[in-house]
């Protein structure tokens, strides 16, 4: 079964310093992997993806994102934080070991930036 | 660019009414998936689309069901409703429904059963 974890429930950062949200994953074969963010009452929006190749990704708003296989990682980073990324992130994983496109996700954790 | 639309936003219903969700993907994508987020917990699948077919299933109700129709938008019906069932409900898009692609998401539906 494909599962994913988030060991944090909350990040606490300062404005201006690295942060560092992590997920690890299990899944049978290669995974895709994905990284959502949901601030208050509104939808999840789309982050980054790990498809293969480079294991680290880049995406949306300054975050990148590293794969390990051997530790079945993937930290989202971001060398600066904002107060404007207070949100709740949540990872996500999709096997491709013949099913469909849905996503799991992992628990999310709340990051908290302060100025 | 266009986005996911979710209708209503909010909705309150009492135990044992219905209800109807609908979803309006983003042009040209022909895959939703709804997705069931009770309060402070993660996203859960609960079922999806593709080209009109459902493709997958996974925790949804049997008083849950849910139909694509030739628009690529999709409806999610919730009958004999229960408390339990208040949680924010997600439509998510996607182009195909192939593993890799992204699945862009709708705002949500509120749904509060009394």
Redesign the interface.
């Known amino acids: 079964a494909q599962s994913v974890a988030q060991p944090e429930d909350q990040v606490n950062v300062a404005e201006g310093n690295p942060l560092t949200v992590k997920c690890t994953y299990s899944v049978s074969g290669n995974p895709?992997l994905?990284w959502?963010v949901q601030y208050p009452?509104?939808?999840?929006?789309?982050l980054l993806?790990y498809?293969t190749g480079d294991n680290l990704v880049k995406g949306s708003y300054g975050f990148e994102a590293e794969f390990n296989k051997s530790q079945t990682s993937f930290h989202l980073k971001k060398p600066s934080a904002l107060v404007s990324d207070s949100a709740l992130y949540?990872c996500a994983v999709?096997?491709?070991s013949g099913?469909?496109?849905?996503?799991?996700?992992?628990?999310?954790t709340t990051l908290q930036v302060k100025p | 660019a266009a986005g996911v639309i979710q209708s209503p936003r909010h909705l309150i219903k009492e135990k044992r009414e219905t209800a109807t969700l609908k979803c309006y993907p983003i042009p040209r994508h022909d895959t939703v998936y709804w997705y069931q987020q009770g309060p402070g917990q993660d996203p859960q699948f609960l079922i999806s689309f593709y080209e009109k077919m459902q493709s997958d299933k996974g925790s949804i109700p049997d008083r849950f069901s849910a139909q694509q129709f030739s628009d690529y938008h999709s409806e999610l019906n919730m009958s004999s409703l229960e408390l339990g069932d208040s949680a924010l409900y997600f439509c998510a898009s996607s182009l195909s429904d192939i593993p890799y692609n992204e699945q862009f998401f709708g705002p949500g539906t509120r749904l509060t059963v009394l």
């Open positions: 895709y994905f959502y009452n509104r939808g999840l929006q789309f993806k498809i949540f999709r096997g491709i099913n469909t496109g849905k996503l799991i996700f992992g628990q999310g």
